[in-house]
């Protein structure tokens, strides 16, 4: 992961920007019912097609009326789906997960911004306050945003990213 990275070669590593990010053990009993169940049935047609019955309106929340991220999110969510060609890699991620008794954040030595929603449902902002505890990083919470806040609110995130690379020019 992009932790591991800065964590294990900082002189190689000049910045980084982590937007809903997952940066401690996840815990699928704390996801909503719904979300649990989704992740069962992800792996091939069956996952995609009811995937595309829920999402305009499990997003459609989250867009907020703006109907252009909505298709963004939309797109998104096509291009991760069927699950299976992804499969092996994200149970991989799962059982590195599992077996990980700590993450690197007080290792990394990089200039660090830290980019996620009060509302996230898929990584819960606890994860955006525990990447906040790298030395010097800087938390930039979105308010009411949820998990694609970089889509919804693409102008706050861009205006801060933008900032953030500004202020680390070399």
């Known amino acids: 992961s992009a932790l591991q990275f800065a964590a294990r070669h900082g002189s190689r590593c000049r910045g980084l920007i982590m937007v809903s990010a997952v940066s ?3 815990v699928m009993e704390d996801f909503p ?3 649990r169940a989704l992740d069962h049935v992800m792996s091939g047609k069956v996952g995609a097609w009811i995937l595309s019955r829920l999402a ?3 997003l459609g929340a989250e867009a907020k009326g703006d ?3 909505l298709a963004e999110m939309m797109a998104y969510m096509e291009s991760v789906t069927p699950y299976g060609p992804r ?3 994200q149970d991989n991620d799962l059982v590195q997960d599992r077996q990980s008794t700590s993450w690197p954040l007080r290792d990394i030595k990089c200039p660090t911004l830290v980019i996620h929603g009060t509302a996230d449902w898929m990584v819960p ?3 955006g306050d525990s990447s906040a505890t790298i030395p010097g ?3 930039f919470r979105i ?3 949820g998990h694609f806040a970089l889509i919804v609110h693409r102008a706050r995130v861009d205006s801060a990213i933008a900032a953030f690379m500004a202020e680390h020019r070399d």
């Open 24 to 26: 401690q053990r996840i």
């Open 33 to 35: 019912a719904w979300a």
């Open 56 to 58: 305009p309106s499990i």
């Open 67 to 69: 109907t252009a991220a």
């Open 87 to 89: 499969a092996a890699g």
């Open 125 to 127: 902002p606890l994860h």
């Open 137 to 139: 990083a800087r938390l």
């Open 143 to 145: 308010d009411g945003a």
